[in-house]
Nanobody, 128 residues
Framework: QVQLVESGGGLVQPGDSLRLSCVAS????????IGWFRQAPGKDREGVAT????????LYKDSVKGRFVISRDSANGAVYLQMNSLKPEDTAVYYC?????????????????????WGQGILVTVSS
């Protein structure tokens, strides 16, 4: 069964850190471009960070640059989103997505649209 699973979410205070993990069953994440997306209540889903499957180049949403880092852990078959200096406006359901085509991932990242695989999402709440 092909599946993406996120973990590592939870409730934290402003300024804290969290690391989200994305693992796959049924396929190898190294072969895929991976994106982290989020959807806050009442808002559209937005791209947060994405990593290329050819050269591991990365892109970040402006509001998370310098605070979030996306990375691959090939040994453990995972992709992480390290989130530092969290703010209340980072509160959202975070989704991991995977696509073999970088261009398709970029399109979804910027304007929405199809990607091959989505995780079920995990809640991150930043509140004092």
């Amino acid at each position: 069964q092909v599946q993406l699973v996120e973990s590592g979410g939870g409730l934290v205070q402003p300024g804290d850190s969290l690391r989200l993990s994305c693992v796959a069953s049924g396929f190898t994440l190294d072969d895929y471009a991976i994106g982290w997306f989020r959807q806050a209540p009442g808002k559209d889903r937005e791209g947060v960070a994405t990593i290329n499957n050819n050269d591991d180049s990365t892109l970040y949403k402006d509001s998370v640059k310098g605070r979030f880092v996306i990375s691959r852990d090939s040994a453990n078959g995972a992709v992480y989103l390290q989130m530092n200096s969290l703010k209340p406006e980072d509160t959202a359901v975070y989704y991991c997505a995977a696509d073999r085509l970088w261009n398709r991932m970029i399109s979804s990242y910027y304007v929405g649209g199809y990607v091959e695989h989505w995780g079920q999402g995990i809640l991150v709440t930043v509140s004092s």
